[in-house]
């Protein structure tokens, strides 16, 4: 009963002078993904004062995706008059279990920090935090053992000290930020004075954030829904063989149990375009088979594309592109691998061109009689001839991007002494972290940075490392993204899995549909939504609108 009274005349005395008016409030709803619709686990949910941000409160929500705050509401009443003191008052309730309330008053402006220990001067907790001349409230939630426990402000050359009384141990968050309860202003901003709306905002790492403003009022339905920062980003993969495939019968538009394409896999992946590779195998279709093979591999897509009419698209253009992206269809776009496939005449690179390709490899593993791969033994010291050079020029006439994957190391060099447009390397790893000659070398991945190109990271674990395969996972792959970044920049990286393209893909990674789990380890390795939607498409696409968009 007198612990009822002693509240009873602190809540009037507290009302009488005016500092401040409180209200319980109740905020709850549910988080949502929203391509499944299926609650979100642990998604972090912020609620600030927008007329008093120094409070403000967090909770998670469930398994469910559901969450529910219950708080006790301060919103700030302000004068012209000065605290007349620095003072630390006792805390309310006291003793307590588990939490109680420290007020203090600050008179000048600066840096204030509240500290707790125990008995015997162990600290259990402290904050460091700016103020404002003003009343303030710090809530406490018991921490540490039971007994009594010493508090102490200390602002500028000031400082005071008070007990508590903990009735029982606990290991909740200890001292909370401290909220603003009686400021200073002037007339003119005192006139501008509202009611408090509360900033909503919910989060959680690989996905994209969403707020909303409400009233101080009990609300039990404050829903959201939230998109994946894979989902909201364009994506585009550099490099993908399925076409292979699809000339012998495969079906996209079906989801398949092997292989690792199709179209139902790459809607799951959020893969928005594709770059697909006309590539023709030398040995199965040497010259003149090769330039013939390619058409029937283009018109084999051309027979998907009206099956599935409603789901594709064959975009030549960017804003093709853009236009199946808005459409939420899946843009397929050529790439031809390996120069043999023009079998040495200009025309035919010309009609591929018109086709619809907009970058040739220049060459495979096989040289050609005008370029030299890497897997040939002449690669450092055997380049283009005169033939090649006229490639080089008429790929930069037409508007047809120059990838150098496979490509010889003196071949890349004499590309880079014509060419004035940027480069790639559709589907290549960092030859410093796996020594392979498919792989890149630190010299040749930042000329092509230097041509304003970028490099399609691949997904090939036997390119990615020598480490058995069942070990090579996404945080590899992160590996050789990590290097290119580290040595020239986040703006020349994107994705070249080479899925379909005979591949053992990396833990993780196993097929398209898979894609959205390297987005989200690349946030939760430090890279920023920014970087991704750049290494998921926005920095090729820059190279695809600066060659391929040319006047």
Sequence with gaps: MKEFIVARIFFLLFSFVGL?????????GTVKDSLS???????????????????????????????????????????????????????????????????????????????????????????TFAVVPGEYSIKWTSKGAAGV??????????????????????????????VLTHGITTSSSLAKQTAGEYLITVSKIGYEPDSTLVQPLNNPNINFTLTTVHQRAFVIDLHNDILELVVN??????????????????????????????????????????????????DSFQSQLTKN????????TLAEIQAA??????????????????????????????????YMTITWNNSTSWATSAADPLSASKGLDDFGRQVIKTMDSLGMIIDVSHTGIKTIDDILAITKNPIIASHSGVRALRNHYRNLTDDQIIKIAQSGGVIGV???TSFLSSAPRSTVNIDTVIKHIDYIKNLVGIDYIAIGADYDGGITAPVGLEDVSKMPALTLALLKHG????????????????VFKQVCEHE
């Design 20 to 28: 401040c008016r409180t209200q319980d409030i109740t905020f709850g």
């Design 37 to 127: 619709l299926v609650g979100i686990d642990s998604a972090r949910v912020d609620i600030v004062n927008t007329t008093n941000p120094l409070e403000k409160y967090s909770v998670f929500t469930n398994v469910n995706g559901q969450w529910l705050y219950s708080f006790y509401s301060t919103h700030v009443e302000k004068s012209n008059a000065l605290p007349l003191s620095f003072e630390l008052k006792q805390n309310f309730p006291n003793p307590f279990n588990p939490s109680t309330t420290i007020h203090f008053s600050i008179r000048s402006a600066g840096a204030a920090t509240m500290s707790v220990y125990n008995s015997i001067g162990q600290l259990l907790d402290e904050r």
């Design 149 to 178: 426990l010493f508090y102490s402000l200390r602002c500028g050359n000031q400082q005071m000290t008070r007990k508590m009384i903990q009735l029982d141990g606990g290991d909740g968050v200890g001292l909370s930020s401290p």
């Design 249 to 298: 019968g495969y079906q996209m538009g079906v989801r398949h149990t092997t292989n690792q394409s199709d179209l139902p896999r790459f809607r799951e992946g959020g893969v928005d375009a594709q770059m697909l590779s006309l590539w023709v195998d030398p040995n199965e279709f040497p010259s003149p088979l090769s330039y013939p093979r390619v058409l029937e591999m283009a």
């Design 309 to 316: 009419a409603s789901l594709m698209v064959h975009a030549k």
């Design 325 to 358: 992206h808005a459409t939420e269809k899946f843009a397929g776009i050529y790439g031809v691998e390996g120069g043999h496939a023009i079998e040495d005449d200009l025309n035919k690179l010309i009609a591929l061109y018109h086709l619809g390709a907009r």
């Design 458 to 460: 691949v997904f090939y």
């Design 527 to 542: 890279y920023t939504t920014a970087d991704v939607r750049k290494i998921l498409g926005g920095n090729f696409m820059r």
